[in-house]
Structures are given as C-alpha cells and as structure tokens.
C-alpha cells in the first residue's frame, strides 16, 4: 500500500434491495487516493459513482470489502466515530453547496470552529486561504449576497477550514461554462498539490480531466484507470 | 445557541411572527390565570381571613351557608371554645342615597369569638350595637365613608359604618360584618336560632348535635356555587392554551426544520453531530419562547397597572412564573418532532443530487 495513502478501497461492493430485487450498484473496487494527488472519477449518472463516493467518506457501509481512511478501518467504527472521522478527516465539497443562508460568510468557519475546536487552520492560514480563494473581501456577505461562484469557493473553504488531509467533491462544475470549469479544476489541481491533499472528484463532465494525476471511469459498478477519455 | 440567535437575527420577520403568537398566546394564559385567580380570591377571602378548620353546618343545607341555620338548642349540644365562633351569613343589598346600590353578603359574628378578634380592620373598630357594621374597604372605593349611615334590604333602622376591613369577599361579594344579633333582624328569625354556621380552628372539630355536620374548609370551599365549575372552565381554557402553544411551537419549529434539512444534512455529511443540531433547535425553540413570555410578561405588568381596581383579577408572580416555565417545557415538547426530524435526516441525501 502507498504509505501517503488516505483513502483505501479494497474489494469493496455495494448491493442494494433483497432476493430478487437485488442491485449490485459496486462491485469488487480497489481504489487509493495519495496525498498530493487530484483523482478524477467520471462516469455517466447511474454508473455507482455518487454511491462509491459516500462509501468513500463514510457515509454508507460498503456491503462487502474494507474500506480505510488514514489507516482507519470505517467497518470497525461506530456511527459516532465515523462522524468524528469525518469532522477530522474529510472536506466535502458539494454540486449545490448548501451554505446557511442566515450565517455570513465569516460565520460559516465560526460554526465550523463551534464543532470542532481543534485543528483547525490558524486565522492566519484561513486568511490566506480566504485570498487564495478570492473571497476575502466577501467575509461579512450572506450566501444570497454572493454569486454561484462566489458560493462555491465559500464551500470549498469551508470544507478545507477543519484541515482535513481527504477532500471528496461531488459535481463541483455541473451547470458551469468552459473558463470557469477551467478555474475550478486548477483550484482542486493546487489544493491537492500545494497543501498536500488527496483529493477526490466524482464527475460526468470530461473537461476536467486535464487536471487529473488519476483519472478514472466508472461504468455500471466496475472502476479502471485511464489514461484519457474522448470529450 | 450560535445557530438559533443568528437565524432568528437574520429572519427577522418570520421570527418576529412566531414570537407575536407566542407572546399572544403567553399574554392570554397569564389574563386568564389573573382573572381565575381574581375570581377564586373574591369567592373565598372572606373564609381565607377566619382561619377555620371546620365548619359545622345544617345537614339538610347541602353545604351551602345561605341554606344553613343552626337552632339554640343545638348550639348548646355543640362544645363551643375560642377555637369555635358563630357565623351568621345574609344576602342583602346596601342602600344610601346618591349611591348605587351593592349587593352584598352580611356576616354577623361575635366580638368575643376568634372571627371578630381576627378582623383585619384598615380603619375605625369593630361594631358594638347591632346597627354599627363593618364593611369591605371596595365600599370606601365606592365613595362610602366611616360614620356614612346605610340601608340594607329593607330594614328601616340605618346601619352605620364604623369600620373599614380589607380582602372581605364571599361568593363574589363585598362582605359587610355586624353582630349576630343584627343578622337575626335581617333574616326575620325568631329567638330560636343560633347562626347560620359554627367554624372551628381544630382540624378535628365535630358535629356532635343531631341535624348538624361538620366539613373541612376545603370542601366547603370547592362547594360554593359555581366555584368548582368556575376553577374548571378557567383550567380548561389555559390547559388548551398550552396545547395550542404546543401545537404553534411544534408546527414552525418542524416547518422550519424541514426548509433546512439539505443544509442540515451537508453539515451532518461533514461530521456535525446531530447533537449539535438538536440542541441549536431546542435554544431556539426556548429564545422563541423566553422572549415571547418576557413580552407577555411586560404586557401583562402593563394590564396589571391599567386595570381598575373593581376587576377582578389578581396578579400573582408566583403562580404567573410557574406557567410561564410551564410555557417553556411546551416548546421544548414541541421541539421534539422537529428534533425526530433531524435524527432522521441522511446526509446521503445531498450527495449525487
């Protein structure tokens, strides 16, 4: 196994329903994720590819296999712990990104700080990220004050405030034109790089594989790497 | 905390909604309380004031002192020490030129017996012919003056007033105290009558002569016309106002909730315990309904200064704090199902969307 691995996968399935009206949505996924690295996950909707990524972060068991985050085997947690891992471990960035409207953006780490008290970035670190992100001077706006864009890097920094070492992304350019998902795609390809994250996207949109260290595909449960994919 | 004061500075309207039907409701229950609690004093300060244990009465008089009399001769059976005073009670209406007419309850005591010694007189003494009276001081709110010479029902002789007492109210009425003797005349009696009752300070004074018997204050109480029936209508009505504050809290807390169970489950998909969420909803469930029963409580102080002193309600702070935390155990119930509705909320939900 790599040593700088966050997140394994082995041999992991996922079956939904009973007896007859059983659905084997995974079937059988290695998978690993390094710190450092973007890995890009597409495959067309129903092809299991949301469903591995809430396995991934410990939101759904797997039906059969082992699945590990920074070395910790989820099968063997406790609900409470996997939401401790999670606070810890992982930043989800969402296609709708969900942040409270009634909390400016100032407000949405304070919350984040109000759960998990430690480890979080510095002010200083959160700052930088804030400039990093573009969204310094949107501090004391409310999400409705802000555009889609705007919402977005919010959401990004909010999942990056806690410092977790795994970042699993779910559609983050669905419904956006070709230079923003340009944009986004360098801000996931630095994130990973220059802070040292193993980063997840799962995605049907091909114009971000560009920026992918992995690229995968996905397609009816089963996962093979890639070299390139025709957009 | 941090969640539920941010929301509700943020939505300020919605909020403020839920808040005015929390204050209206609070500000109804507290009126109410004040009104039945009003009432309940003016059928009872009268009896509150004697200190009495027991009170022996007419067996045929189905526990109602207007339908008691107890003959001389069974007094005599009676074992009559300071614990044990006569009581005579008449309905009369007092008259006096320029005045309007009262309706009120006539007590005639003894002034060596513990009653009349008891007497909580604000002004002048207690009456020493049966023409003198003692009335309650609404009379002297009512422009009635020591030494003032009134009528009751239609007795000829003038009664004068030569004193004033406080909290002297029986069955709703203003009590007017005179001697026993005085009672006789306004009853049309003839010598052969005693009272109308006997009281007794001793828990466990008896009713040793036949036709009589004795019943604990209490009952006697709760058996005054009306009052039971009374004391249910009021509970009834603020036992429903608390179901419907229930019910309000309950309704907007689990709207509310519902509009934010996609933020909620991003925040639990991040690792947010759902404690945490829980416990932002129950604070805000109790700011909504602390502030809302603090305005009532204003509103309710303002009505306590404005209202006349004939009305009768009694503001109590005790009784009037103890609903008000009674208010604030109904909104966290009615936090409850919004609570449910959290514990249940998938973050898987908002991945994939």
Known sequence: MNSAAILTLEKV????????????????????????????????????????????????????????????????????????????????ILQSYNLLPYLTVNEQFTLVKKFKKTANLSSTSLASLLNELGIAALKDKYPAELSGGQQQRVAIARALYPDPPLILADEPTAALDSQRVKQVGRLFSQLAKQRQKAVIIVTHDLRLQQFADHLYQISDGQISEVKQLKV | MFLAFKEIRHEKLRYGLIISMIVLIAYLVFILTSLAQGLAEENTAAIQTWNGQRIVLNQNADINLSQSLITKKASQQQKITQQEAYLGQAAVVAKKAGHAKISAQFIGIKNHQFIAKNLNLTQGKLPQTPQQIVVDQSFKDQGYHLNDQLQLNSQTAPFKIVGFTKNAKLNIAPVIYGQLTAWKKLKNLTGDFQASAIISKKASYQATAKGLTAYPISKFISELPGYAAQNATFSLMIGFLMVIALIVIAVFLYILTIQKARNYAVLRAQGVPAGFLIKATLAQAGLLVIVGI????????????????????????????????????TAMLGALIPIWTIIKIDPVSVIGG
């Open chain 1, 13 to 92: 399935s996922k079956v939904f329903g009973q007896q007859e009206s059983q659905i084997e949505v995974l079937h059988q996924i290695n998978f690993t994720a390094a710190k450092g690295q973007l890995n890009l996950i597409i495959g067309p909707s129903g092809s299991g590819k949301s469903t591995l990524l809430t396995i991934a972060g410990g939101l759904q068991s797997a039906t059969h296999g082992t699945v590990k985050i920074a070395g910790q085997n989820l099968a063997q947690m406790t609900a409470k712990q996997r939401d401790a891992l999670r606070l810890t471990q992982i930043g989800f």
């Open chain 2, 294 to 329: 603090c305005l009532a409580g204003v509103l309710t102080g303002l009505t306590a200064w404005l209202t006349p002193a004939n009305v009768p309600m009694s503001f109590q702070p005790a009784v009037l704090g103890s609903l008000a935390a009674g208010l604030v155990v």
